[in-house]
């Protein structure tokens, strides 16, 4: 296996590991939101800094994906960009 094997398994394991997060983390709010009983009026303290928490994941993981993702498609371009063309 070459490098370029290795830097790439390595990349797309951690691309679906923080997209499972994101995943995870939308539907535990939808869970949280649409299943939960609470009160008609207004949300729970402790419900607001849960989704507060899960909103900051969230930002976290697809500011991560994108870099990485990014970071990828960059230098995958540039390496075809400077390939001699036969």
Do not use: Q, Y
Not at 31 to 55: C, Q, T, W, Y
């Amino acid at each position: 296996m070459t490098n370029e094997d290795i830097e790439t398994r390595v990349w797309a394991t951690i691309v679906l590991s923080l997209t499972a997060i994101l995943v995870v983390s939308v539907f535990s709010i939808i869970f949280g939101v649409m299943f939960v009983e609470h009160d008609m009026n207004r949300i729970s303290p402790i419900d607001e800094a849960f989704l507060g928490i899960l909103k900051d994941v969230m930002l976290l993981c697809i500011g991560a994906i994108g870099g990485v993702v990014g970071r990828k498609s960059l230098s995958t371009a540039l390496e075809k960009r400077d390939a001699p063309s036969t």
